[in-house]
């Protein structure tokens, strides 16, 4: 698609600059290895990939969940939201889980979305804690704003870290926000974020070369299959 | 007082079962049981429904009556029995009765719960109306608490240690995963969930000192037998199982008034009793499914039924005695932690399994070689009300 | 400070001490009790620290045990700390009668225990 940069210029929000978040791997509870780390732009579309079968699967509000991160990650990728990232958790390069969220200002951020492609394994809690120490340790903010679209995430965030409730409204509609601060994160840091540095090479490697998405069933299986887990 | 056959079995893969409804899962297990014993075009006497929540998860009651008109199995007599997480072994045991007395020829039993139609919170807080409304209830206890105040005293006098827990989940597990009616169908490492600093996460406190992966998963499903006199059981072509013993007990409802709260004297003595009615002994038994809703509670009644003793079944467990090919193969479905616990439906799962066992049935990663006689053993409320069955094999 | 609420029956019999109520004696199967409240600190029988909470409970956690009264009264109470960690069993614990959760709106009182 032609793209006229005079005219970007002026549709293009300024983006704050963020320093790289540094990959880590996590055991997971069934000893395979969870290889958290940041991803690029240009992966977008492979990341979509993924994330398009959730869009039709009403269990556990993945739908909702989905549809909203679809639109926050193609916005990204086209340009046309404040200061965006996203991490990935990958198995052997399979992606299995993703979170996104943006800088409101150098101060707050908020968070986006989590989505966790394989159940079980507390990957939406390890890649929640890792946006979270990106927020508070690596980009050094005061706090940042979340909401809980699904009763697992608000079991997961706000009454186990626990959050704070605030006033301000959600930007997407919904309940009003509640916020994570240094203190918060720093209690709470031993109990919910792991994760080991500098990740091996070759556990790296494999994560950097290629994100690899799964088919559509067994995306399909894992999240809403027969017997759930 | 007749000799008493399960002469059909039938159950339904156990997990979340969002599709079906309770009374899907119990219509469900009881064709695949009717099936099973030949029965499937033809009537039975009576039917026990095991069920602890439906009035109160499903906003549904008389359930059997229900059932029976749903799977057209009128005019039988149909009950449906609730025993809290024991329903299923006493709808077994009311069956039994119903058959040995000789006023009923054919019986089917079936058991069933949907939980997860619920939040995690109400699904919690439905297992803890068990508890005493004034003395427990009101003060926010769970099952699972009440289960990690008794860890902490068997570990206090037995030494019983994480990592004997540990191997029991592991297990467990790895034997779910080869269970195609399993909920869990994950193994687990010991790094995963112990070792690696990582386990604060993966594997954090639901009830000190017990963690996530002591305790079951929160499940739907359903499992049913069928049951006839021995005399008649012949005519069918499966091996009849033979229920050679049962026992039950009661004991204090809180922890509190009992003498020692790590006796399970309920387990002791409904053990005790399906034993001496069987005339056989714990050492005779080749295959057991015990009560594992905690992996505590395998360990504490794999001694108190008398594989072990006092203080060792924590020690049996890690070192492979419980393990398929170990010396007393315990829950080698996978057991309440792996093949799930709709609380209704596990005490007839587990005469299921042992049934499959006794049968010779099973693949080669999951049979009991030459098993002949089995154990079950279904805990209600927290070990104050407990039933236990002697199964036997008739050879043909 | 609210007076422990908690009636325990002791058996005209026998001696011995119910909580809660029990319309016959455990031991002697009587049926004459006179009310007994709990006498002074409880000594920590055991606890544990609970997260998965029920229905109708906002915190992250409760840390709930069972005490034994100077006087043989056992009872299950919430405990007043931030961690199990900072408990053993045998603590002497300070007993008190304060809100331990809200239904439909109104408090419902029972026993909290403080270590000393």
Redesign the interface.
Known sequence: MPVDMELEAVLRPPIIPMPPYPPKVITLANGKKLVVRQAAREDVPTILKGVYPCLFIERDYYDIVSARLYGELLAWYRYRVKSEYCLIGQIDGYLVGAVNGRLENEKVGMSYHTLAIDRGLRIGSHLFAAKMEYHMEIMGQEEVLIVAESPIGFRRWM??Y?LEKTNIPHELGGGDSYRLTQDIYNLAKPRLVVGDRPVPQELLDKAMDEIIIVDDDIIHEKIAGLKGR | MRDVAIIGVGMIPFGRRDEDTLMDMLAYASLKALDDAGLGDKTVDAVYVANMGAALLQHQTAIASSLVDRLSLIPAAAEAIENGPASGASAVKNGLLAVASGYYDYVMVVGGEKMREV????A??FV?TMT?P???Y?????L??MA???T??YM?KYGVTREQLISVAIKNQEMGALNPYSHVEMAITKEGIYDSPHSVVNN???????HLYDACPVSDGAAAVILCPLEMAKKFSKPPVLIAGFGQATD?Q????RED?TDLKAVTLAAQKAFDMAKLKPGDIHVAELHDAFTILEIAESEHVGFFKKGEGGKAAISGKTRLGGQIPINVSGGLKARGHPVGATGVAQVVEIVFQLRHELNKERQVKNAKNGLTVNFGGFGNNVLAFVLRRVEQ | MKEIAIKAYKCKSCGKI???FHDRC?SCKGRDFEVVKPLGNGKL??????????????Q?F?I???VEFENGI?????IKVQS?EELR?GMLMKPSWEP??VEQGEN?F??KLEPI
């Open positions: 009454i186990e626990p | 939040t995690g919170w109400r919690t807080d803890a005493h004034l003395a427990e009101v003060y926010g206890i769970t699972p608490g990690g105040m008794f902490r005293l206090e954090p406190p639901v009830a000190d000192p017990l204090t809180t922890l509190q008034e709260p | 119910h909580y809660p455990l029988v055991t606890f544990t620290q609970i997260f998965n909470l029920p229905w109708g409970f906002d992250r409760l709930i045990g069972i056992k009872a299950m109470g919430q199990s069993t331990v959760r419902v029972g026993l």
